[in-house]
T-cell receptor, first 110, second 113 residues
Framework: GQSLEQPSEVTAVEGAIVQINCTYQ??????LSWYQQHDGGAPTFLSY????GLEETGRFSSFLSRSDSYGYLLLQELQMKDSASYFC???????????FGTGTRLQVTL | ETGVTQTPRHLVMGMTNKKSLKCEQH?????MYWYKQSAKKPLELMFV???????ENNSVPSRFSPECPNSSHLFLHLHTLQPEDSALYLC????????????FGPGTRLTVL
């Protein structure tokens, strides 16, 4: 089956920049998405990369390298409210089937 | 508010009970999904409906039975569940074709005794 690997936890200071990596298995890969989930909340969509390169949306950017089967989410000017779990997800093989990564718990400290 | 609602938000049931989870989306989407989220595990896709037809059934036990009567509503019927089925059940919707951009409901926290 498909799998996506992420670091389990990352800690960063308010105002800093943090990068959350995601490596995935290929075979019929369509693209890589990122979702944010606060404790007790629902996952919310952040970004999607179908092509190689960087996509920027405000303080968040997402990068994809298909040749390396690798992507990352970059969070700039970290705020306390960014403390949450972040999941990468891909649809591989079947476009309608989204497989989520193991999730990275980001803790932003003062 | 994401435009996707789920009821109930919390459910406690015995292994012999039958219950149903309900999901409704107000976004005009035509694809709906059920996911299971257990502690310390990734979200697991259970079912996908596109244009009211089931297009994915991710090897889910038959004690879980989905129903999609129209593009706005999705149900998950539960019967003879096991304690290991205790989890957060999340519903999501999207436009078919925009599979990567899904909108999630708040989930139903299910406890099976």
């Amino acid at each position: 089956g498909q799998s996506l690997e992420q670091p389990s936890e990352v800690t960063a200071v308010e105002g800093a920049i943090v990068q959350i990596n995601c490596t995935y298995q290929t075979s019929g890969f369509y693209g890589l998405s990122w979702y944010q989930q606060h404790d007790g909340g629902a996952p919310t969509f952040l970004s999607y990369n179908a092509l190689d390169g960087l996509e920027e949306t405000g303080r968040f950017s997402s990068f994809l390298s298909r040749s390396d089967s690798y992507g990352y989410l970059l969070l700039q000017e970290l705020q306390m409210k960014d403390s949450a779990s972040y999941f990468c997800a891909s649809n591989t093989g079947t476009a309608s089937k989204l497989t989520f990564g193991t999730g990275t718990r980001l803790q932003v400290t003062l | 508010e994401t435009g996707v609602t789920q009821t109930p938000r919390h459910l406690v049931m015995g292994m012999t009970n039958k219950k149903s989870l309900k999901c409704e989306q107000h976004l005009g989407h035509n694809a709906m999904y059920w996911y299971k989220q257990s502690a310390k595990k990734p979200l697991e896709l259970m079912f996908v409906y596109s244009l009211e037809e089931r297009v994915e059934n991710n090897s889910v036990p038959s004690r879980f039975s989905p129903e999609c009567p129209n593009s706005s509503h999705l149900f998950l019927h539960l019967h003879t569940l096991q304690p290991e089925d205790s989890a957060l059940y999340l519903c999501a919707s999207s436009q078919s074709g925009a599979w990567n951009e899904q909108f999630f409901g708040p989930g139903t926290r299910l406890t099976v005794l």
